[in-house]
């Protein structure tokens, strides 16, 4: 059986109208899909950038079986596939013209997409990130919580919330969404974000979560400064978001930890939540023999153009 026939569009609602059906069959692995392009409908298609995000589907024998997504200037973004379709999207990207700085994908996925561009496009695939997937089984307290209490973020923690947005990006090494004060005013205008906060009014942590899309809510981002780590703090305000998908009708709570971070993993874990699915990031580098071929080209193009205008 072939790999089927690829489609590709800018259109956002002509996606879904195809790929939404099959991207809702599976809320918990296609978390990422689910929310970005709800984020898209309700900003509008310019709210991640000047270059227009491209959507995807994959079609056989008149099913949808797979999809992605990429919102310039970050990775492409993709649904578990084969390794044939991995490579005939591989193919097709590429015949198309199109350069990807890298692509997230479950680690199978991720993997044979990385080595069918390289192929096809000659650019070195590094390993920036393994990520695990988790989903929420039975909620559950680690212990007894710091002193303090959770609340949700509001306008006057503006400010605080802009700063730890920005040093959280930073920390990652990730190309935000937006920018903070966009991602700040939008989340305390849909209380969106947990804070704890201490006896003694000092905020320590926050807890993030997106909008429920298909009956599942992702926590994203959870950030303490480092110097306030190791004091239960983390622990506690994802315990409260988490309480807070559920109370709001949530019927998968999940998130994404770095597989190399193991006091993350293993919080998770003790609050309840469960690995569904390991992923891979990977980033697209030229190789040091394609870099020197194109400069060469470059270069000789160059000296024509110019040569013509003389």
């Known amino acids: 059986m072939g790999p089927g026939q690829w489609h590709l569009t800018e259109d956002i609602d002509g996606f879904l109208d195809q790929a939404g059906d099959f991207l809702q069959s599976r ?15 309700e900003r509008g298609m310019d709210a991640y950038g000047a270059e227009a995000p491209i959507f995807g589907w994959l079609e056989r024998e008149g099913e949808v079986r797979a999809a992605f997504f990429r919102t310039p200037p970050r990775r492409l973004v993709l649904t578990p596939l084969t390794p044939d379709e991995a490579d005939a999207l591989a193919a097709h990207l590429a015949n198309s013209g199109r350069l990807l700085p890298g692509v997230s994908a479950d680690h199978d996925t991720a993997t044979s997409f990385a080595e069918a561009w390289q192929r096809h496009m000659g650019m070195t ?39 730890w947005h920005q040093e959280f990006v930073d920390a990652i090494g990730g190309v935000a969404s937006s920018d903070s004060s966009s991602w700040a005013d939008t989340r305390i205008a849909s209380g969106r974000v947990m804070l704890w906060q201490t006896p003694d009014g000092t905020l320590v ?12 809510i992702r926590v994203a981002p959870v950030y303490t400064p480092a110097h306030l780590r190791g004091r239960g703090y983390a622990g506690a305000v994802a315990v409260e978001v988490s309480r807070a998908a559920l109370a709001a009708g949530a019927a998968e709570v999940v998130l994404f930890a770095d597989l ?3 006091t993350s993993n293993g919080l998770y874990q003790r609050i309840g939540y469960r690995p569904v699915s390991d992923f891979a990031l990977y980033d697209f580098s030229w190789s040091e023999a394609e870099t020197a071929r194109t400069t060469l080209e470059d270069s000789i193009i160059g000296s024509a153009a110019s040569a013509s205008a003389i």
């Open 27 to 41: 809320p918990a692995l296609h978390t990422i899909p689910l929310t970005v392009t709800e984020s898209l409908r």
């Open 125 to 163: 695939p590094l390993l920036h990130e393994r990520q695990r997937l988790y989903r929420l089984g039975v909620l559950t307290l680690p212990g007894p919580p710091p002193a303090g209490w959770g609340r949700v973020a509001g306008e006057q923690d503006r400010e605080q919330l802009m700063r």
């Open 260 to 262: 190399a971070n193991p």
């Open 205 to 216: 942590s926050m807890a993030g979560a997106t909008p429920m899309v298909a009956g599942q």
